[in-house]
């Protein structure tokens, strides 16, 4: 299947475990997620059993490494926001920061997605991982607003933006026609003229009686 095969350009440089989940993703894409076990993973990847659990918990968790170092990234990036940048706006930089997939970087990504979506342990997987980037935001936006993490706009703002971030990937990986930051760019500016710091930071009540009249 060389139109699935993983990319590496648009990288950052080589890690023990970059070099891990480029093996998985070939061997799962050959041979299937089932029958591929952690000792090939490691024996592709030129390392040891041992040092693949250095690194891994499990052979699940290799498909989510770069999904993880991105909320990672978010939630840095936000902690570190300047406060006279507006809410939405400091997001979308964050998100931004955190993805440097390129159009080249497609196959491998289609590959990752499909395996995600229909492999039953893996999607049984996924909302762990979705929530901890949701997370990253809601709680960005609670401190910004002073308001609780579950509170409605913390909870909104967490959930609209990993959404419209979800549907900006999608559009991506079927076109493949450049970067992915610009299709995320493009989603994040729409939510951001939305949801306004004038909107965020004003009691959530006054919206409530509002929509009432």
């Given amino acids: ?23 998985a993703l070939l061997l799962f894409g050959d041979q299937g997620f089932h029958d591929t076990t952690v000792e090939q993973i490691a024996a592709a990847a030129g390392v040891s059993r041992r040092t693949f659990f250095r690194y891994f918990d499990s052979k699940t968790e290799v498909l989510w490494h770069e999904f993880d170092t991105e909320v990672e990234t978010i939630r ?32 491998e990504l289609r590959l990752r997605m499909h395996l995600l979506s229909s492999v039953p342990d893996l999607i049984a997987s996924a909302a762990v991982h979705y929530d901890a980037w949701e997370r990253a935001i809601s709680d960005f936006v609670a401190t910004r607003t002073g308001r609780p993490a579950h509170s409605l706009y913390a909870l909104g703002v967490g959930r609209a933006t990993l959404a419209v971030c979800r549907s900006a990937y999608d559009h991506w990986t079927e076109r493949a026609d450049d970067d ?31 929509s009432k009249q």
């Fill in 180 to 210: 992915l930051t610009v299709y995320l760019d493009t989603a994040l500016r729409g939510l951001e003229s939305g949801f306004r710091d004038e909107i965020l930071l004003s009691p959530a009540h006054r919206v409530y009686r509002h």
């Fill in 76 to 107: 840095t990036t936000l902690t570190h926001a300047p406060t006279d940048v507006p809410i939405m706006a400091a997001i979308r930089h964050a998100v931004l920061a955190a993805n440097h997939y390129r159009a080249e970087d497609v196959p």
């Fill in 1 to 23: 299947m060389p139109e699935t095969r993983p990319s590496r350009r648009g990288r950052p440089p080589e890690t023990s475990a970059r070099a891990l989940e480029v093996a």
